[in-house]
Structure formats: structure tokens, C-alpha cells
């Protein structure tokens, strides 16, 4: 008898350790910022998506959501370890994962979020692609470093064989004040480059017409944000990095199975005083389908950086900067 207490304790002694990451409840700190692309990680805090894959594989994880107003204020806070997980564009998550392992870290993507398209806006009726910019035209973008500024690069080196051909024509301005110049032809731009819902509020001026799309640039989608992680964070917590991907598709089926609530949840996030629930509802209806864990779009934009110059490794296949969950995804 004393024998099989023995074994009994020394067993459950042996098993205690293994079931510690299941029955200790941790917690993934996710950054987020402004934006409807963000729309999948609303979701998530919403309805507690990334809880619900969590039990699913026997974990106990609470996610806790920390906004930010800019991506380098996020950007720092994930290198200085105040959050787990945050958003990247395509470009700065190639900077740094790729040239991050100098510095001893790297990022990794370990889910996408949304492939929303990108469109270039032109108020100039004379106007129906790059090549028939005049040198008195200026272009929009949010800021230097966004996606639209690449997909801009992209086109320029395509078109003109000079990437850097429109770069003294280009504009920072803000969405509402890129839409107000081209709507009321003030000259302060001619074009923006606009992501949704900012392009359709844009198409609504019967002045403006669509000079081109992303999937014209990259041949195909291209990823507009991308979760990313340390790798070290990744190694640590590899089914956390796993129920994480699983909580963007499942709130991306609701997306795309109803839009309405989609609608709604994220105008919860964030009202607005030019969209209403109706207008929003519509403009989730027509990009539904961009939304998932799949990444889009690394491949083209990592050797167009290394043409660049801005990366001094070129990228040999997407699947060296993703986390093991993504690799048997349809990414490119």
C-alpha cells in the first residue's frame, strides 16, 4: 500500500509541471492602433475570440489590448517588452526581422490581419494612370513610411524605371485633408493613395476617379497589416502565437458571413461623423474577403527593398520571417 501512495505521489509530482502552462492563466498583450483595419482585432476584444481558441487548446489566456496613436510608439513598446504582440506594415516588419538579427532580436509575423486594397485617387479628368502625372500634380499619402508610399515606389520603378521618379511630388497629409483637397480642388493634392473606408468616402465627389490599385502593383493582394512578435516571444509561447491566427480567422469569417455586425462593432470602436451604420455596412460588404491570418505580398515587397537598398538581405521565401502556425497557409 505505501508503495502505490508512493508511486501515486512521485506520478502526480511528474505530471504537475507539464500542466502548469495550462492551468496558470497568462496573459498576451496585443498594441493596436486607429484604423479600419483593425476591424478583426476589435472583434477579438469583443468577443473574447482569443480566449475562446485558448480553451479550445486547453490554455488559460486572457488577452489585454493597449492602444497607441502612433506605430512607432507601438513599435518601441514591443522592443521594450510593455506589449507582446503589435501591427507592422509589410516594410517594417521586413526591417525587423530581417536586419533585426544584428541587434540580437527579430520579428516575426504571426498572423496577418486584413489585405484591404489600396487605391490611388485622381481628380484630374485627363488622368488614368502614373505615366500621365504632370510635373504641377501632387500626391497624397498618409505618411513616408506607409504601404501606399512603397506601392507608389513600386509602380514609379515599374513605369518609369525610377523608383524614386514622383518622390518631390508627393504630400504627407491626413485622410480627411487628402479627400477635402481632392473633392474641392483646392491644388493642395491631385491624388491621394487612400485605403478604405477614407477611398470610398473619397469616390462619393464626382470629380475623382481610381488611377490604380495595389493588386495592379503586386499582381495580386498584398498584406496592409501583419500581426508581429519577437521570435524570441514565439519560441516561448508557440500556442499562443498558434490561438492568435486562429482568433483573426474566426473574426474574419464573421466579417465576411456578417457584415452588419462587423459594422457595428467597429463603429462601437470608433463613431463617425461621415459614416454612418448603413455606409458602413456597405464598405465591409465590398472588402469582406480581405480579412485572415494568411500574409500577402512579402515576397514582392522584400525584393523590391533590396533593390532599394533598404535591406541588405534579400528574403529567400516568406516562411523564414513567419511563425510556425502561418507556414502551411496560402501566403506569398
Not at 481558441?53 to 488577452?63: G, K, P, S, T
Not at 473574426?251 to 462601437?268: F, G, S, V
Not at 451604420?277 to 456597405?282: Q, S
Not at 527593398?305 to 528574403?315: A, C, I, N
Amino acid at each position: 500500500m505505501l508503495r502505490c501512495v508512493i508511486a501515486i505521489a512521485a506520478l502526480w509530482t511528474a505530471l504537475t509541471p507539464a500542466l502548469k502552462p495550462a492551468l496558470a492563466q497568462d496573459q498576451v498583450r496585443i498594441g493596436l492602433g486607429f484604423g479600419f483595419a483593425f476591424l478583426p482585432l476589435y472583434i477579438c476584444e469583443d468577443l473574447k475570440l482569443i480566449e475562446k481558441q485558448a480553451r479550445a487548446a486547453h490554455l488559460d489566456v486572457q488577452a489585454k489590448f493597449r492602444r497607441f496613436a502612433d506605430s512607432g510608439e507601438l513599435h518601441a513598446a514591443l522592443a521594450g517588452g510593455e506589449i507582446d504582440i503589435g501591427p507592422f506594415g509589410t516594410a517594417p516588419l521586413l526591417m525587423g526581422s530581417l536586419q533585426g538579427k544584428k541587434a540580437g532580436g527579430q520579428i516575426l509575423a504571426v498572423s496577418g490581419m486584413t489585405s484591404l486594397p489600396l487605391l490611388l485617387l485622381s481628380n484630374q479628368p485627363d488622368e488614368h494612370s502614373i505615366a500621365d502625372f504632370k510635373p504641377s500634380d501632387r500626391i497624397a499619402v498618409p505618411t513616408l513610411t506607409s504601404p501606399q508610399m512603397y506601392l507608389l515606389e513600386m509602380q514609379s520603378e515599374k513605369t518609369f524605371g525610377k523608383f524614386d521618379r514622383l518622390r518631390n511630388q508627393v504630400v504627407m497629409l491626413s485622410h480627411p485633408q487628402a479627400i477635402a483637397a481632392l473633392a474641392e480642388n483646392t491644388g493642395q493634392a491631385t491624388a491621394y493613395f487612400s485605403s478604405p473606408p477614407y477611398a470610398q468616402i473619397a469616390l462619393r465627389a464626382p470629380n475623382v476617379h481610381v488611377l490604380l490599385r495595389s493588386s495592379d502593383v503586386i499582381d495580386g493582394k498584398s498584406s496592409f497589416l501583419i500581426l508581429g512578435a519577437e521570435r524570441s516571444y514565439v519560441g516561448a509561447q508557440p500556442q499562443v502565437a498558434e490561438i492568435i491566427a486562429k482568433a483573426i480567422d474566426e473574426a474574419a469569417r464573421l466579417i465576411r458571413e456578417d457584415p452588419k455586425r462587423a459594422a457595428q462593432l467597429y463603429l462601437t470602436h470608433e463613431p463617425s461623423a461621415a459614416i454612418n451604420g448603413a455606409t458602413m455596412e456597405a464598405i465591409v460588404r465590398e472588402v469582406k474577403d480581405e480579412f485572415g491570418s494568411p500574409i500577402y505580398g512579402v515576397q514582392a515587397t522584400a525584393d523590391f527593398m533590396v533593390r532599394l537598398g533598404e535591406l541588405k538581405t534579400p528574403l529567400g521565401s516568406w516562411k523564414e520571417i513567419a511563425a510556425p502556425a502561418l507556414l502551411n497557409s496560402p501566403s506569398t
